[in-house]
């Protein structure tokens, strides 16, 4: 008799939910081919099932085209509303699943609660307790959290009823009182009701008859309430569960007089066609153990046809094996065994143990000859039930206790994988800063180096001058010493041969005449050669260009010998570099030489060509090469040119550079002096 309580409960709290989610359509349609239009037509009990499937899946392929905000998750439980009033689980639990997604990706803890007990509605509907189990605590977890009462008086009333039907009936009466603590200073009539039938069923099959009673009579007084929906017969299923109570006490008559009271409820049939069948099953039933035989079979039979309608497969199975028991009655063991079997055939198809033991029951009754098989099988099967009843006593705690086990791995997997991303981030940012504070002191090593470079090469330069110097002041000696030789020395003796040629040359005879003249020519072009000379090099002890302008070749060459690189020099021979200072000509020589270093490392010329002149009171000088040049403005200024217009500033100078890439490169210094 279980049965007749627990399958109505189920269809019920689905029927509730969906409702619940359910809104009213605009009243004024404005396109025919609007999401309304969609809704109302999917919804119009008038239209064949094909029609309204369109319907509802015309408007699912809007929603399934629109952003993921709050409107459009509303939106799809209105699609999934419509796919579970046609009876189109398959369609609703895909639409479910895809708002549970669409709501975990926009962090909406309020609708994700609620699919989850859409889809707990689909699991209950298809038999799978642990599934939808599963479903139904996960959304009373996030009800109770987002404090969303409505949501969460469903989820424990759906837990009751699964608990039911796992005969867990401490933990559906725990639920029920729970769900009556969140009622008692409210006005829904509707709940309050529907925990007391459950309450009824539960101390019925605890034993508890009064309370039972109680309970059940409580429900149907509510039920009558004006606040409580006619829509899903709860007075009808009230005087039902009050009849089977009576029915298992045996008090049949009693058990008749509500159930034909219930069995005239207004549009219980049109609204309530599978509660309708199992009162009249009922009904029938009790009639049959009062021996009232009158529209026997036939009320079972038109009950077992709407069970086949709903495919309602436990219903069909019990609504047999009365069948099978009014056929015993009356004597008729060939009907009533085929009957029972085909029960029994069908519970072992659908893997239904309960209703397979209760066959083989019948079965071991109605067929002595094969009784001791049915027997041996009946004491197999119901010794692994009552297995798994104690089993099931704590699976549902078990779910509970596995589903939370997981939540706080999950945590602590992420708590760890948090932890490691925040170690891994702190070793890289202590590394970057290793590697920034390294370049730092490498960078800060070479810049010192480049300093003590320069430094040690103002040093090789003065040395230089003053060695250069040395050497010239020794050239200048030199030359004087051999010009003044000339003059004196060799100079003397050619002017006393001139003069005593001369005197010969007064010798009137012809020859000698002609012999003297010859000799007096040639001393004269001696004579003219040696002053030549001895003038040049007198001239040349008062040039001062030699030892800077060798000073910058030697740079050159150094260069040269190892680099492909043509070196010209071009000076405009007006420069005095001995009036230049020599802090100012050390300059430009440091100047020179980080431009030709510059150009051996980076130009990738073939030719350079230094041009040295004087403008009025401005030494001009200009370096240019046939490199590839650069882009000026993308170029970063590095030690080197920084160095070159800092020395510039110093002297007074200044330092222009102009290059393109692809055309060489141009350095201009002009220097006060």
């Avoid at 008799?1 to 627990?6: D, F």
């Avoid at 025919?32 to 369109?54: I, R, T, V």
């Avoid at 069909?316 to 056929?327: L, V």
Wanted: proline share 1%; glycine share 4%; with cysteine.
């Amino acid at each position: 008799m279980i049965y007749k309580y627990c399958i109505g409960l189920v269809l019920i709290v689905g029927l509730f939910s969906c409702a619940d989610n359910a809104k009213k359509v605009k009243a004024q349609i404005k396109r025919n081919d609007s999401l309304d239009y969609f809704f109302q037509q999917a919804n119009l009990d008038a239209l064949p099932y094909k029609k309204k499937h369109l319907y509802a899946d015309k408007a699912l392929a809007i929603i399934s085209k629109e952003a993921n905000d709050s409107m459009n998750r509303v939106n799809y439980f209105k699609v999934a509303n419509r796919y579970w009033n046609i009876n189109a689980k398959e369609e609703y639990q895909i639409t479910v699943k895809n708002i549970i997604k669409n709501a975990k990706t926009a962090n909406d803890n309020v609708s994700l609660g609620k699919a989850y007990k859409y889809l707990g509605d689909y699991f209950s509907y298809k038999m799978n307790i642990d599934s939808a189990y599963l479903n139904f605590y996960n959304a009373e977890k996030i009800s109770r959290k987002n404090l969303d009462y409505k949501n969460l008086i469903q989820c424990l009333l759906a837990k009751s009823d699964l608990q039911f039907l796992e005969n867990d009936f401490i933990g559906s009466e725990k639920s029920c009182i729970e769900v009556m603590e969140y009622l008692k200073n409210g006005n829904d009539k509707e709940n309050l009701c529907l925990v007391y039938s459950i309450l009824g069923a539960v101390n019925e099959n605890l034993g508890e008859i009064k309370k039972a009673k109680y309970y059940n009579e409580m429900s149907l007084e509510l039920s009558k309430s004006k606040n409580i929906s006619g829509t899903f017969q709860t007075v009808a299923l009230n005087l039902n569960n009050l009849g089977c109570l009576y029915a298992k006490l045996g008090f049949h008559d009693k058990a008749i007089s509500f159930y034909k009271k219930a069995i005239i409820q207004k549009n219980l049939f049109t609204e309530r066609p599978d509660l309708y069948a199992l009162i009249q099953e009922n009904l029938a039933y009790s009639n049959l153990k009062l021996n009232v035989l009158n529209n026997l079979p036939n009320a079972f039979y038109n009950s077992l046809d709407i069970y086949y309608r709903y495919k309602n497969i436990v219903r069909i199975i019990n609504c047999k094996s009365n069948i099978s028991e009014y056929y015993s009655i009356m004597k008729d063991s060939t009907k009533a065994i085929l009957v029972i079997k085909e029960a029994y055939f069908l519970a072992k198809e659908k893997n239904l143990q309960k209703e397979v033991v209760k066959c083989l029951k019948d079965l071991s009754v109605l067929d002595p000859t094969n009784a001791q098989k049915y027997f041996t099988e009946y004491n197999k099967i119901n010794d692994s039930l009552q297995l798994a009843e104690r089993r099931n006593r704590d699976k549902f705690a078990r779910i509970e206790y596995e589903t939370e086990e997981l939540v706080t791995d999950k945590k602590n997997l992420l708590d760890e994988r948090e932890k490691y991303l925040y170690t891994s981030f702190a070793l890289l940012l202590l590394a970057i800063v290793f590697v920034v504070f390294g370049y730092y002191v490498l960078k800060n090593r070479q810049t010192q180096l480049e300093r003590e470079q320069e430094q040690a090469n103002a040093e090789i330069y003065q040395l230089m001058l003053e060695q250069s110097k040395k050497v010239e002041e020794g050239k200048q000696l030199e030359k004087k010493r051999i010009s003044q030789e000339l003059h004196d020395g060799v100079m003397g003796k050619l002017n006393s041969i001139r003069l005593n040629l001369f005197v010969l040359s007064r010798k009137t005879d012809p020859q000698t005449i002609q012999k003297c003249l010859t000799h007096i020519n040639e001393i004269q072009d001696i004579e003219k050669e040696i002053r030549t000379i001895a003038f040049d090099l007198q001239k040349n002890v008062f040039s001062s260009t030699l030892d800077f302008e060798i000073t910058v070749r030697n740079l050159f060459t150094s260069v040269e010998n190892h680099s492909n690189i043509n070196f010209n020099l071009h000076t405009g021979g007006n420069i005095k570099w001995d009036k230049i200072n020599n802090k100012i000509k050390m300059q430009i020589y440091r100047i020179l030489q980080e431009a030709i270093q510059n150009i051996d490392k980076y130009a990738e010329a073939n030719s350079v060509n230094i041009t040295m002149k004087k403008s009025k009171k401005t030494l001009v000088i200009a370096i240019e090469d046939d490199g590839k040049g650069f882009d000026e403005a993308k170029i970063q200024k590095g030690i080197g040119m920084k160095s070159m217009y800092t020395r510039a500033k110093e002297i007074n100078a200044q330092i222009h550079i102009d290059s393109n890439p692809g055309a060489g490169t141009t350095i201009k210094l002009e220097v006060p002096v």
